[in-house]
């Protein structure tokens, strides 16, 4: 306890010389006395967008999910995205650490307030929400200079993704986040962007929230041409093909076409984003990327 | 004989430490004939219970054996038992959520356990034994709502449910008021008369065991004291030295039964 | 009226009941089916590889017949745990078997065992294995040999709390992706079984039903207290033992394959009780129809009410369940004064 009072008295002495006011991604004000230094990552894809913008040297702590790249694996971990360690934080002495509602608890930002710790909130719902992303974290980091080949390198793949598939017809998707309950992207989920723009058209797109839990049969109904199963873990064994062999109305079931994906790829926002939509793309329309 | 006991023994293993002092029974002996009402007395510990639950095979005599019309007690299974000897316990539990009728079925049970649902000729011989007890008109009202009296000869109705030779009274007349015992010691009676059913009587109540028993059983700390007619057992030095105060023993003008009164100590320093 | 009589009456209603229930489940849906092609679905007129075959065959039979027999299963081990502790508020879930399952599952899913090959296999291998470590440790704790039913209550409540807070630790630890697949699987998730699951949860909630029924009529007389029982010929000691170990292969079949679910194993045995009394001969079997039909009424509701969405089954017993089980309470309390 006495060591995180000192801590906090000498951030409130650092303060004035050249404060910085930013807004976050969410609209709050964050004050920093300078440009950071030492930055907590409490979100994979964040640690990623770092490590891609060359900041890494600035990242002091990360989260035990913080897996890509292999080199974060390396940096000292402050615990789980729901619950990281106050003490270990601290004891990284940080000068900005940057979370996310969706993943990372309020309680951890009041705490971290309290103890004179800047929190930096970041949230993606769309593409142009990462590529906002990367520019504010570029900014904050001082390397706008990678910032802007990266950013515009990862647009280009992305139009090329978009040329390719533009001319052919848009089949139904139906993209399970998890089979039992069946889970499913709504509108407020990044994944149903990705798919329209890999060319699909998402049969759960309309649905409310951001990952809504879904009927089965109503799924069955819309009839999906293309299925994509989400994998999590990085040892994933073969799909379970026979929880969906029966639902032979199915044109996806049909067909055969039945793909896994890297969630990873998918539900992070860093720059492994557009790794995933070209993956989906040819998940969705193989024959144009032959 | 329906029940002979002879050298019985028995000791509640050490880690029921539900005594302040580790009981024992010992030296047990004694023969109860057919149509014979036999109490057992004695002060609170004595081994009443403790009798009772050994001729009912809950607990296993240590030392010694007990004969259930010659057979050994231990060789019979529990449903076997349970169609020779019948327990009328001192109640049923609380809000126990069974009519009487089918709290008297509930006796039929040993007689075939395996069944389902009882049959027309069960149901006869509990409709006997409601009109027996005089509980017939109650049979499907809840327990619950019955008074005192009427759920003891329910539970009666229920053990003669049974069809046993031998009835076992654990303290019948606790609980009771004046009118309700004295029902009690009529039903009784009547039952041993008319059905020649032999019963086997605990009870802390000595006027009562007085005048229903043939002969009484007198225990203390767990050994037999006095086994013999209500008059050879009721004899005040007897009673003052198990007991342990002063007692005055009458004999009654009406029955010419033994009755007993305590001496209260007040009584003698004023 | 004899009680062979009664329970027949009752069974027959009940019977009757589960069909239009069924026949209703059968009907109600997230795909918009009419009711015309859903029976030419039954009769086997439609495509085999039509929606309405796919929906009615495949989707939607299977998990009516999930949902009575979860519903049954924990209808009848509510009774059996009612009439072992004599205490009417014990419930399934109070066993500490349901907990330690949907432990088991957790771990499994958490491991990714829920997407191989092995999938269901392998999570309801899991859910047994949590079931009778669960079980085990409140049969050791509550005197093993010879139960003792007050401490089994209370060694059932601290195993389940127990098993509750791994399950905090365990998701408190998962990453965001898979924690709310885990959490939606812990409000209670029937589904579509396949075949061979299917086959496997009848066979389980069957073999847990007769050994409960079996010794309805013994479960009778420990109303009377253990001794008095045992002293009308019940073997005390094995008919604790028996009936324990059939509420928890009933619970513990339920949480395997169907999650976790609640106030099923104490609304229906209390509403039954009201009607037929509390003979466990009529209360047994009466429970295994009744239950069905109210987890396959509250789960059709789940499923259909905010179409093409779904509600986990565990929302709709706890919301209904509760009002219902105070309003119990209070009429039968009215009774006793």
Same mark, same amino acid.
């Given at each position: 306890?006495?060591?995180?009072?000192?801590?906090?008295?000498?951030?409130?002495?650092?303060?004035?010389?050249?404060?910085?006011?930013?807004?976050?991604?969410?609209?709050?004000?964050?004050?920093?006395?300078?440009? /950071?230094?030492?930055?907590?990552?409490?979100?994979?894809?964040?640690?990623?967008?770092?490590? %891609?913008?060359?900041?890494?040297?600035?990242?002091?702590?990360? #989260?035990?999910?913080?897996?890509?790249?292999?080199?974060?694996?390396?940096?000292?971990?402050?615990?789980?995205?729901? #619950?990281?360690?106050?003490?270990?934080?601290?004891?990284?002495?940080?000068?900005?650490?940057?979370? #996310?509602?969706?993943?990372?608890?309020?309680?951890?930002?009041?705490?971290?307030?309290?103890?004179?710790?800047?929190?930096?909130?970041?949230?993606?719902?769309?593409?142009?929400?990462?590529?906002?992303?990367?520019?504010?974290?570029?900014?904050?980091?001082?390397?706008?200079?990678?910032?802007?080949?990266?950013?515009? $390198?990862?647009?280009?793949?992305?139009?090329?993704?978009?040329?390719?598939?533009?001319?052919? /017809?848009?089949?139904?998707?139906?993209?399970?986040?998890?089979?039992?309950?069946?889970?499913?992207?709504?509108?407020?989920?990044?994944?149903?962007?990705?798919?329209?723009?890999?060319?699909?058209?998402?049969?759960?797109?309309?649905?409310?929230?951001?990952?809504?839990?879904?009927?089965?049969?109503?799924?069955?109904?819309?009839?999906?041409?293309?299925?994509?199963?989400?994998?999590?873990?990085?040892?994933?064994?073969?799909?379970?093909?026979?929880?969906? +062999?029966?639902?032979?109305?199915?044109?996806?079931?049909?067909?055969?076409?039945?793909?896994?994906?890297?969630?990873?790829?998918?539900?992070?926002?860093?720059?492994?984003?557009?790794?995933?939509?070209?993956?989906?793309?040819?998940?969705?329309?193989?024959?144009?990327?032959? | 004989?329906?029940?002979? %006991?002879?050298?019985?023994?028995?000791?509640?293993?050490?880690?029921?430490?539900?005594?302040?002092?580790?009981?024992?029974?010992?030296?047990?002996?004694?023969?109860?004939?057919?149509?014979?009402?036999?109490?057992?007395?004695?002060?609170?510990?004595?081994?009443?219970?403790?009798?009772?639950?050994?001729?009912?095979?809950?607990?296993?005599?240590?030392?010694?054996?007990?004969?259930?019309?010659?057979?050994?007690?231990?060789?019979?299974?529990?449903?076997?038992?349970?169609?020779?000897?019948?327990?009328?316990?001192?109640?049923?539990?609380?809000?126990?959520?069974?009519?009487?009728?089918?709290?008297?079925?509930?006796?039929?049970?040993?007689?075939?356990?395996?069944?389902?649902?009882?049959?027309?000729?069960?149901?006869?011989?509990?409709?006997?034994?409601?009109?027996?007890?005089?509980?017939?008109?109650?049979?499907?009202?809840?327990?619950?709502?019955?008074?005192?009296?009427?759920?003891?000869?329910?539970?009666?109705?229920?053990?003669?449910?049974?069809?046993?030779?031998?009835?076992?009274?654990?303290?019948?007349?606790?609980?009771?008021?004046?009118?309700?015992?004295?029902?009690?010691?009529?039903?009784?009676?009547?039952?041993?008369?008319?059905?020649?059913?032999?019963?086997?009587?605990?009870?802390?109540?000595?006027?009562?065991?007085?005048?229903?028993?043939?002969?009484?059983?007198?225990?203390?700390?767990?050994?037999?004291?006095?086994?013999?007619?209500?008059?050879?057992?009721?004899?005040?030095?007897?009673?003052?030295?198990?007991?342990?105060?002063?007692?005055?023993?009458?004999?009654?003008?009406?029955?010419?039964?033994?009755?007993?009164?305590?001496?209260?100590?007040?009584? +003698?320093?004023? | 009226?004899?009680?062979?009589?009664?329970?027949?009456?009752?069974?027959?209603?009940?019977?009757?009941?589960?069909?239009?229930?069924?026949?209703?489940?059968?009907?109600?849906?997230?795909?918009?089916?009419?009711?015309?092609?859903?029976?030419?679905?039954?009769?086997?007129?439609?495509?085999?590889?039509?929606?309405?075959?796919?929906?009615?065959?495949?989707?939607?039979?299977?998990?009516?017949?999930?949902?009575?027999?979860?519903?049954?299963?924990?209808?009848?081990?509510?009774?059996?745990?009612?009439?072992?502790? +004599?205490?009417?508020?014990?419930?399934?879930?109070?066993?500490?078997?349901?907990?330690?399952?949907?432990?088991?599952?957790?771990?499994?899913?958490?491991?990714?065992?829920?997407?191989?090959?092995?999938?269901?296999?392998?999570? #309801?291998?899991?859910?047994?294995?949590?079931?009778?470590?669960?079980?085990?440790?409140?049969?050791?704790?509550?005197?093993?040999?010879?139960?003792?039913?007050?401490?089994?209550?209370?060694? $059932?409540?601290?195993?389940?709390?127990?098993?509750?807070?791994?399950?905090?630790?365990?998701?408190?630890?998962?990453?965001?992706?898979?924690?709310?697949?885990?959490?939606?699987?812990?409000?209670?998730?029937?589904?579509?079984?396949?075949? %061979?699951?299917?086959?496997?949860?009848?066979?389980?909630?069957?073999?847990?039903?007769?050994?409960?029924?079996?010794?309805?009529?013994?479960?009778?007389?420990?109303?009377?207290?253990?001794?008095?029982?045992?002293?009308?010929?019940?073997?005390?000691?094995?008919?604790?033992?028996?009936?324990?170990?059939?509420?928890?292969?009933?619970?513990?079949?339920?949480?395997?394959?169907?999650?976790?679910?609640?106030?099923?194993?104490?609304?229906?045995?209390?509403?039954?009780?009201?009607?037929?009394?509390?003979?466990?001969?009529?209360?047994?079997?009466?429970?295994?129809?009744?239950?069905?039909?109210?987890?396959?009424?509250?789960?059709?509701?789940?499923?259909?009410?905010?179409?093409?969405?779904?509600?986990?089954?565990?929302?709709?017993?706890?919301?209904?369940?509760?009002?219902?089980?105070?309003?119990?309470?209070?009429?039968?309390?009215?009774?006793?004064?």
């Amino acid at each position: 306890m006495p060591k995180l009072l000192v801590l906090a008295a000498l951030l409130g002495l650092a303060a004035p010389a050249h404060a910085l006011s930013v807004r976050d991604m969410l609209g709050r004000e964050v004050t920093l006395a300078a440009p /950071p230094a030492r930055i907590v990552s409490l979100v994979p894809s964040v640690t990623e967008i770092l490590f %891609a913008l060359g900041a890494e040297d600035r990242l002091v702590g990360v #989260t035990d999910f913080c897996d890509y790249p292999p080199a974060a694996r390396r940096k000292p971990r402050v615990g789980g995205m729901l #619950t990281p360690s106050l003490e270990v934080i601290a004891a990284l002495r940080p000068d900005l650490v940057v979370a #996310t509602t969706e993943g990372n608890r309020e309680e951890t930002f009041a705490q971290l307030r309290r103890l004179g710790v800047p929190v930096y909130l970041v949230a993606a719902h769309h593409l142009a929400d990462v590529w906002d992303a990367i520019a504010r974290l570029g900014a904050l980091t001082g390397r706008e200079a990678a910032a802007g080949p990266l950013l515009a $390198g990862l647009r280009a793949r992305v139009r090329a993704v978009e040329q390719a598939v533009a001319p052919r /017809p848009r089949p139904r998707v139906l993209y399970v986040l998890w089979p039992e309950p069946l889970i499913v992207p709504g509108r407020e989920s990044l994944v149903t962007e990705l798919i329209a723009r890999a060319g699909g058209r998402s049969i759960t797109a309309a649905e409310g929230s951001d990952y809504p839990r879904f009927g089965l049969e109503a799924a069955v109904a819309r009839a999906p041409e293309v299925i994509l199963l989400a994998n999590h873990s990085a040892s994933a064994g073969p799909i379970d093909r026979e929880r969906w +062999r029966g639902l032979t109305s199915v044109p996806a079931i049909r067909a055969g076409r039945l793909h896994a994906v890297d969630g990873d790829l998918l539900h992070r926002y860093g720059p492994r984003v557009v790794d995933g939509l070209e993956r989906l793309a040819r998940a969705i329309h193989p024959e144009a990327f032959r | 004989m329906i029940v002979e %006991a002879r050298g019985v023994g028995f000791a509640y293993p050490p880690s029921r430490p539900r005594r302040a002092h580790p009981f024992r029974l010992a030296d047990l002996a004694f023969g109860l004939a057919p149509g014979e009402i036999l109490g057992v007395i004695g002060p609170n510990s004595a081994g009443k219970t403790t009798l009772i639950r050994l001729l009912t095979r809950v607990l296993e005599p240590a030392a010694g054996e007990i004969l259930l019309e010659g057979r050994p007690l231990a060789r019979l299974d529990r449903a076997e038992v349970a169609r020779r000897v019948a327990v009328v316990p001192q109640g049923v539990p609380p809000q126990f959520p069974f009519s009487v009728e089918e709290l008297v079925l509930m006796g039929r049970f040993p007689h075939a356990p395996a069944r389902y649902f009882e049959d027309a000729a069960d149901r006869a011989v509990a409709h006997g034994a409601m009109a027996a007890a005089g509980v017939l008109e109650l049979a499907a009202l809840p327990l619950d709502s019955l008074s005192g009296g009427e759920r003891q000869r329910a539970v009666i109705a229920r053990a003669l449910a049974q069809e046993p030779r031998l009835l076992v009274l654990d303290e019948p007349t606790a609980h009771l008021d004046l009118r309700h015992q004295a029902e009690a010691a009529t039903l009784l009676r009547r039952l041993n008369r008319e059905r020649g059913v032999s019963m086997l009587l605990v009870s802390h109540d000595l006027n009562f065991a007085a005048e229903v028993c043939d002969r009484l059983l007198l225990l203390a700390a767990g050994r037999p004291v006095r086994l013999g007619t209500p008059e050879e057992v009721l004899e005040a030095p007897v009673l003052e030295a198990v007991y342990g105060c002063e007692v005055h023993v009458e004999k009654s003008a009406a029955s010419r039964r033994p009755v007993v009164q305590v001496v209260w100590p007040d009584a +003698r320093g004023r | 009226m004899s009680p062979r009589a009664r329970l027949a009456a009752a069974l027959g209603v009940l019977t009757l009941v589960l069909l239009a229930v069924a026949a209703l489940a059968l009907f109600l849906g997230g795909a918009a089916i009419s009711p015309r092609a859903v029976l030419a679905a039954l009769a086997g007129r439609a495509g085999a590889q039509s929606v309405e075959s796919v929906v009615t065959l495949s989707i939607r039979l299977p998990r009516i017949a999930v949902a009575a027999l979860a519903g049954g299963a924990l209808a009848v081990a509510g009774v059996a745990f009612q009439a072992l502790t +004599r205490n009417p508020l014990a419930e399934p879930s109070v066993l500490g078997v349901s907990g330690g399952a949907a432990f088991g599952v957790v771990i499994a899913q958490s491991l990714g065992l829920g997407f191989g090959v092995l999938g269901a296999a392998g999570l #309801t291998a899991f859910a047994f294995a949590g079931a009778v470590v669960a079980a085990g440790a409140v049969y050791l704790i509550a005197g093993a040999g010879r139960l003792s039913v007050q401490t089994l209550l209370l060694a $059932g409540v601290i195993v389940g709390l127990f098993f509750a807070s791994a399950i905090t630790v365990v998701i408190s630890l998962l990453d965001v992706n898979r924690l709310g697949g885990v959490i939606y699987w812990l409000l209670g998730n029937l589904g579509t079984l396949p075949p %061979a699951s299917l086959g496997l949860f009848a066979l389980s909630a069957a073999a847990g039903l007769g050994l409960v029924l079996v010794h309805a009529r013994e479960l009778n007389l420990l109303a009377l207290g253990e001794e008095a029982a045992q002293q009308l010929g019940v073997d005390a000691d094995r008919l604790k033992i028996r009936i324990f170990a059939g509420a928890a292969l009933l619970t513990a079949s339920v949480v395997a394959f169907a999650g976790p679910i609640g106030f099923v194993g104490l609304i229906v045995p209390h509403a039954l009780r009201m009607l037929l009394g509390a003979d466990n001969r009529l209360l047994v079997p009466a429970a295994f129809v009744g239950g069905a039909s109210f987890l396959l009424a509250a789960d059709t509701l789940a499923r259909s009410i905010v179409a093409p969405g779904e509600l986990s089954v565990g929302v709709i017993t706890s919301f209904c369940g509760a009002p219902v089980f105070v309003w119990l309470l209070r009429t039968r309390y009215r009774a006793l004064l």
